[in-house]
T-cell receptor, first 112, second 113 residues
Framework: ELKVEQNPLFLSMQEGKNYTIYCNYSTTSDRLYWYRQDPGKSLESLFVLLSNGAVKQEGRLMASLDTKARLSTLHITAAVHDLSATYFCAVESGRSQGNLIFGKGTKLSVKP | NAGVMQNPRHLVRRRGQEARLRCSPMKGHSHVYWYRQLPEEGLKFMVYLQKENIIDESGMPKERFSAEFPKEGPSILRIQQVVRGDSAAYFC???????????FGQGTRLTVV
């Protein structure tokens, strides 16, 4: 059974600091997704990583994928309060498109 | 182009009642996916539908749950005889034929009392 593990599950940061969220998955997968969810809201797609070595950046967030290690990272640079949210990674299960396996999420709180 | 529309946003049902959750995909999207999110958890895949076809229902509970995506109208997730454990947020997502990246709706938060 495909498993997706994120760590940490909770992260409290000060503004201006850097940190990395890790996403490990247990079997091969062609795509990895990162989503952001604000409390009571839907999921916002942040990144889709399609191949080994893929790196994508948007503002203060940068995501990378190492398919050999089955590891993706989401790096936060100089955090600001607006980044406070829960971040999920997800991989395709291989059963069908759209059948994604999600991690439990990393709840990020950025404090002034 | 409106996003994925779900309604109702909040739904309260008593134990034993039926819950019907609706999802209208984005314009031009013919693939619909339903996910369930329990408090403090990630999303769990339930079912993948195309128009008039269930493609993958590997995440659907065997009893009380059903889903459809008719030729006309929204996709419906139906939960019969709801129990407290069905309380969760139910998200619908849609994608076009040519892409696998799905876009999520705002969700329906079901509370069973």
């Amino acid at each position: 059974e495909l498993k997706v593990e994120q760590n940490p599950l909770f992260l409290s940061m000060q503004e201006g600091k850097n940190y990395t969220i890790y996403c490990n998955y247990s079997t091969t997968s062609d795509r990895l997704y990162w989503y952001r969810q604000d409390p009571g809201k839907s999921l916002e797609s942040l990144f889709v990583l399609l191949s080994n070595g893929a790196v994508k950046q948007e503002g203060r967030l940068m995501a990378s994928l190492d398919t050999k290690a089955r590891l993706s990272t989401l790096h936060i640079t100089a955090a600001v309060h607006d980044l406070s949210a829960t971040y999920f990674c997800a991989v395709e299960s291989g059963r069908s498109q759209g059948n994604l396996i999600f991690g439990k999420g990393t709840k990020l709180s950025v404090k002034p | 182009n409106a996003g994925v529309m779900q309604n109702p946003r909040h739904l309260v049902r008593r134990r034993g009642q039926e819950a019907r959750l609706r999802c209208s995909p984005m314009k031009g999207h013919s693939h619909v996916y339903w996910y369930r999110q329990l408090p403090e958890e990630g999303l769990k895949f339930m079912v993948y539908l195309q128009k008039e076809n269930i493609i993958d229902e590997s995440g659907m509970p065997k009893e009380r749950f059903s889903a459809e995506f008719p030729k006309e109208g929204p996709s419906i997730l139906r939960i019969q005889q709801v129990v407290r454990g069905d309380s969760a947020a139910y998200f619908c997502a849609s994608s076009p034929i040519t892409e696998t990246e799905a876009f999520f709706g705002q969700g329906t938060r079901l509370t069973v009392v």
